[in-house]
């Protein structure tokens, strides 16, 4: 669109007497309109930046929470199905081991005559309480005896078993579940056999009738509690027939659900003979349902949950509707907001960005005292420009000032000394001083060997990797890394900052260098098939600390006997092994950390013994 022609003016500024174009004119014509004044700009533009996002901002809402209350509620089902598939599982595991004790009984040498075996067993059964007889079948089939315990009626089980049993207690080994009946009493059990197998032979088969009552009872539990119903949580077999659900009685009587959506829906093997998991809407009746299954695929059998999508997702409308109240009442604030922001905004708008130019061209003025006489925020506003103007200022001139320091000195100091230097420079003077350090060295043992088994990227990359942990460990502990040594790692705690415990935090961090290594060597073993070990020497006494090199090239580092006794001690060292002097113990102390003394050892180039203390594993 074309702009529309305006006359041209001259105003006058009044604190530099300039002149300033205005808007052009038409010189043959009369004055035309100004065109949108600033204020109904400014409210427009308010109301087109905030009131879209904000419309955005409630919907995006609205579809994060359903998409996290959709997530929720299928992780909980999951949840709930892996639960009881847990439980499921234990409970079968439970009563083989139980019934491999009981075989014991009958079977182990030592144990009395038949009567007292069978007391035995009696007992035992009284005590487990999730059965309550055992009948012991011949390796033919053939019923032999039923031990039970006291007061229990006489059970249901077959005198004679099939062939097919018999042949699949032979090929398995294990328990083998028959199936779901009702026990004489009317309550749902689990009929399950398991052989007894001695010399890889079938000596005796034990078969019994297992409670399903407290998984009963569970699956109601974990049903009330998170789904809204008893009724949501169940077992099934591969024909659809209960196995577990919280109404015994309908275990009892082998209800059949194949009719059910949640099954109408599944893709693949539907013979729950491979294990899988599923998670699925469908329609059952007039409700959409939400449903998941997991399979327990050696035995057949499919744990289940289900619940109306209504019932899930009852609380989304309550949450639509609060996200849209709030969205209104956000609009409103913003209208507002951009009537009276507009209104404060057009007289001192222009003084704050002719400011803002000067400020964007390193002219560092103020706004002039038309807005910082203002007694309103505009007017603080003015005032905190100024000042920032005259911060900004100063702090360019001491930002070229320290980058010149740090441009210096990184020639030849770490960035931490840098810091430390630039912060405070009385802390380190020319030619050094003289200090009390402690000094960790830690050598890779066996390195020559392991550079020639491997190639030199590995080499490189292990040590990058080893050598990155290691400045973490010790610059956590307070230390900082001295030097590199080829495959050696030289630290120093106490220079160019000290703490009382600088001994001890050199120590733990020699013991965190170890515990480390574990974790490293399992990643090197899985990467590479390679481990390494460090030999580590710590020692505590004098040094100096200061500059050491040339005018072009200068090092700053620790130097003395104290660092030549802490690399005798790491060469010393066998792999794995911290070796500690008599002067860190002392500074250490006896109760800070346990040492265990390996003697007095005369050090290479030392007339005088030295003890040596270990840090043990």
């Keep these: 669109m074309a702009a529309t022609p305006v006359p041209v003016v001259e105003t ?8 300033v174009p205005g808007p052009p004119s038409d010189e043959k014509g009369p004055a035309a309109s100004r065109g949108i004044p600033l204020f109904t700009r400014l409210f427009l533009l308010i109301l087109v930046c905030a009131l879209p996002p904000l419309v955005g901002l409630g919907w995006a809402m609205i579809d994060i929470n359903a998409n996290a209350l959709d997530v929720l509620v299928r992780d909980l089902q999951r949840s709930i199905v892996g639960d009881m598939q847990r439980a499921v599982r234990g409970e079968v595991a439970r009563v083989e081991q139980d019934l491999e004790g009981i075989g014991q009984i009958l079977f182990a040498p030592g144990q009395g005559d038949d009567a007292t075996r069978f007391a035995l067993v009696g007992s035992r059964m009284a005590a487990l309480g999730n059965f309550d007889f055992v009948t012991l079948y011949a390796p033919s089939g053939q019923s032999v005896k039923t031990v039970k315990a006291n007061e229990v009626p006489a059970p249901e089980l077959a005198s004679r078993l099939e062939p097919g049993l018999l042949q699949a207690l032979a090929s398995s080994g294990h328990l083998v579940v028959q199936g779901v009946r009702a026990s004489a009493q009317g309550e749902p059990v689990l009929e399950v056999f398991f052989p007894i197998v001695r010399d890889g032979s079938v000596r005796a088969i034990l078969g019994t009738q297992v409670k399903l009552g407290d998984l009963c009872k569970l699956m109601g539990e974990l049903g009330e509690k998170f789904l809204g119903s008893r009724e949501n949580v169940f077992v099934v077999d591969r024909q659809r027939r209960l196995v577990l659900h919280a109404d015994p009685a309908r275990v009892a009587a082998r209800e059949d659900l194949s009719q059910y959506g949640l099954f109408a829906a599944l893709s693949g093997d539907s013979s729950f003979g491979t294990d899988m998991a599923a998670v699925s809407d469908f329609r059952q009746g007039d409700q959409e349902m939400l449903g998941s299954l997991e399979v327990l695929s050696e035995r057949g059998w499919a744990v289940a949950v289900q619940q109306p999508r209504s019932v899930a997702y009852a609380s989304l409308s309550e949450m639509r509707r609060l996200i849209l109240v709030a969205l209104v009442v956000a609009a409103l604030v913003a209208l507002v907001v951009g009537l009276l922001g507009a209104r404060q905004l057009t007289r001192p708008i222009r003084d704050l960005v002719a400011a803002t130019r000067a400020l964007a061209e390193r002219t560092f003025r103020g ?23 005259l911060t900004l200022e100063a702090k360019e001139r001491e930002v070229i000032t320290q980058t010149q320091v740090r441009a210096a000195l990184s020639r030849y100091l770490s960035p931490d000394v840098v810091d430390l230097v630039v912060s405070n420079p009385d802390q380190l003077r020319l030619g050094g001083e003289r200090r009390e350090v402690t000094v960790l060295f830690a050598d890779v043992v066996g390195f020559t060997k392991l550079s020639e088994s491997q190639s030199p990227e590995t080499i490189v990359a292990l040590l990058n990797e080893l050598f990155t942990f290691a ?29 009382p ?46 500059n050491v090199g040339s005018e072009k090239r200068m090092e700053y580092t620790v130097i003395g006997d104290t660092v030549n006794v802490a690399a005798r001690l790491e060469s010393m060292a066998q792999p794995g092994q911290i070796l500690v002097s008599e002067a860190t113990r002392e500074r250490i102390g006896q109760s800070a950390l346990e040492l265990v003394p390996v003697g007095e050892r005369k050090l290479h180039g030392r007339s005088a013994a030295t003890s040596v203390y270990e840090v043990p594993v």
Aim: aromatic share 6%; hydrophobic share 40%.
């Design 471 to 499: 400045t973490e460990i010790i610059q956590r502990r307070g230390g900082i890394i001295d030097k590199f040594i080829g495959d050696c790692i030289m630290a120093v705690w106490g220079s160019p900052q000290s703490h």
């Design 501 to 546: 415990d600088d001994a001890l935090r050199a120590v733990q961090a020699a013991e965190d260098l170890r515990r480390w290594l574990d974790v490293g060597n399992r990643r090197w073993r899985a990467r590479w098939g390679i481990e390494i070990q460090l030999a580590i020497g710590v020692h505590t006494g004098p040094a100096v600390a200061g």
């Design 12 to 19: 006058r500024s009044a604190e530099r007497g300039t002149q």
């Design 367 to 389: 706004v002039g005292e038309r807005v910082t006489r203002r007694a309103d925020e505009l007017g603080t506003l003015g005032r905190a420009f100024d000042s920032m103007a």
